[in-house]
């Protein structure tokens, strides 16, 4: 990648280079066990310009998203943040949502719920045949300019256009915010949620880079993308999401609106952290490295005292952490996860079986390594019987640390 996918300028300036990856959700059959896996490289970078943070457009949205292996609604604190968001909507009962990247109706089913009239544009067939499942209408699609206006000319403008953990996913930036310009009316609101860069580079949030996400986002970034679609982002606030993020509404440019004191403060804020200069970004690789050697280290001493380690979980972000760590069967026996669809199936890479979240209980191991930490009040709670024989979590993310 020479060139910035947002302004176009060439000054791109390393952050960390995580090596080479699978991509994320690549999960492998037992069958596939023999073949060759291809990688990709895994390097951030960021423009000094706009500051955009941003990978490689090395793979495709349609190479990771026609056929997909995350489904929302496996996080019951996912599908709560979404209820919640749903309830405190101010919507007219003629009032029509739709969601971009709506994933398996995890969101989309409170509208539903509410009688408000409601579309889904998600691009996985086999997950968004699981919203249509679940009573939520959904188109199958990539949103683009073009999509935006053919939703718009046969369902008519959204009062309100959700773009929830998808604006990242894109590497079409401009076209993708012209496809959310175009579905939402001209006094309507569009809402995106988006982890924020000031909390994964604060927190060593570094398992959070992979190749499904092509751009990291600061609220200054945020702002000037949005603008670029014709959106002018008119308010922004702090989510505890995917480890910190934020949600951003924006309105069209038409409108007129302008900026309120939320987006300045947090403006301030990454000016305060060194985001919008070089600082904020000088010793990230460092952390990132001792992140690495700290997990490394309980692993195989934990080998060594023959001690079990599983993990829970499997993630997107738990594939770059372990790849990045090389973390293989012989120091994580196994992970779990309670989607079906990855039961039986391996972590791409480094190929660690991923079974139903019972065989825990059933092999009462010493360790349980928690991949999505991010979801770790959710996970303490449903982990708690691992204490019943003395096990014990452990929390890589932003350090190590082992609960009692």
């Known amino acids: 990648m020479t060139n910035c996918r947002l302004c176009g300028s060439a000054r791109l300036a390393d952050v960390v280079d995580l090596g080479a990856t699978p991509p994320c959700e690549r999960f492998l059959t037992a069958e596939q066990l023999g073949d060759p896996e291809v990688t990709y490289p895994l ?3 960021v423009c000094t310009d706009c500051r955009l943070a ?12 026609t056929e997909y292996a995350y489904f929302s609604s496996y996080s019951t604190s996912w599908v709560e943040h979404a209820g919640a968001f749903v309830a405190g909507l101010d919507l007219a009962p003629d009032a029509f949502v739709v969601e971009v990247a709506s994933n398996d109706g995890y969101l989309l089913q409170h509208v539903v719920a509410r009688g408000i009239r409601c579309l889904g544009i998600e691009p996985s067939e086999n997950v968004g ?7 939520v209408p959904t188109l199958t699609a990539f949103l683009s300019a073009e999509t935006g206006a053919a939703v718009r000319k046969e369902h008519g403008p959204a009062d309100l256009v959700v773009a929830n953990n998808v604006y990242a996913h894109i590497p079409d930036i401009i076209g993708f915010t012209r496809g959310l310009r175009a579905l939402v009316a001209d006094d309507g609101l569009v809402s995106v949620e988006v982890q924020h860069l000031l909390s994964l580079m604060e927190l060593n949030q570094y398992d959070t880079i992979y190749h499904e996400h092509f751009q990291y986002y600061t609220v200054a970034s945020a702002r000037r993308a949005l603008a670029a679609g014709g959106l002018t982002l008119v308010d922004a606030e702090l989510l505890d999401t995917h480890g910190g993020s934020i949600r951003l509404w924006a309105r069209p440019e038409v409108s007129g609106a302008e900026a309120g004191p939320r987006v300045m403060d947090l403006l301030d804020r990454e000016k305060a952290a060194g985001l919008l200069g070089p600082t904020g970004y000088a010793d990230f690789a460092g952390r990132v490295a001792r992140v690495r050697r700290e ?3 309980f ?6 005292q023959g001690r079990t380690v599983v993990g829970y979980g499997a993630p997107g972000k738990g594939n770059t952490l372990l790849n990045h760590c090389g973390i293989r069967p012989d120091l994580l026996a196994y992970t779990v996860d309670r989607n079906p669809y990855k ?3 391996f972590t791409p890479g ?3 079986p991923v079974l139903p979240p019972e065989r825990i209980a059933e092999d009462r191991p010493d360790y349980v390594l928690v991949l999505p930490w991010n ?5 303490t709670r449903q982990l708690s019987y691992v204490h019943d024989w003395g096990g014990r979590l452990v929390f890589p993310i932003p350090r190590l640390e082992i609960v009692s």
């Not at 490689?56 to 998203?65: K, N, S, V």
């Not at 979801?375 to 996970?379: D, P």
């Open 350 to 352: 480094t190929r660690i």
């Open 299 to 304: 692993l195989v001493e934990a080998a060594g």
């Open 295 to 297: 997990l490394l280290a």
């Open 43 to 45: 390097h951030l970078r």
């Open 343 to 345: 039961h039986g199936r």
């Open 375 to 379: 979801l770790r009040e959710e996970l």
């Open 54 to 65: 941003q990978l490689p457009p090395l793979i495709t949205p349609e190479d990771t998203f």
């Open 129 to 135: 045949r699981a919203a249509r499942e679940r009573g």
